[in-house]
């Protein structure tokens, strides 16, 4: 069973910068896989990082303002968001698998906000 935490959510100026933080209660850290979605009103959720086993995977609107990492010493993904803009505004939500197993694990969302 894999449980997901995440934190670091709030409402920041146009530019400024936030840190998402997504703890992952496991056994196996190690062989997690695991990133960051969002998802603004009205409209679908979508990916924003990924880190699996391939390696690093960023949506073209985020590129070179997020950052995704793993912190194997807190068992945490965590997503740093510098240069935010208003379309950023969203609910964030943390997303675990663990290879050859599904459903995907989902964590409550982080509301951030980015104001004009």
């Known amino acids: 069973q894999v449980q997901l935490v995440e934190s670091g959510g709030g409402l920041v100026q146009a530019g400024g910068s936030l840190r998402l933080s997504c703890l992952v209660s496991t056994s196996d850290f190690a062989i997690i896989n695991a990133g960051w979605y969002r998802q603004a009103t009205g409209k679908e959720r979508e990916l924003v990082a990924y880190?699996?086993?391939?390696?690093?995977n960023y949506a073209a609107s985020v590129k070179g303002r997020f950052t995704i990492s793993r912190d194997t010493a807190k068992n945490t993904f965590d997503l740093q968001m510098d240069s935010l803009k208003p379309e950023d505004t969203a609910v964030y939500y943390c997303?675990?698998?663990?290879?050859?197993?599904?459903?995907?694990?989902w964590g409550q969302g982080t509301q951030v906000t980015v104001s004009s």
């Open positions: 997303r675990a698998d663990v290879p050859g197993k599904i459903p995907s694990y």
């Open positions: 880190i699996g086993t391939r390696g690093i």
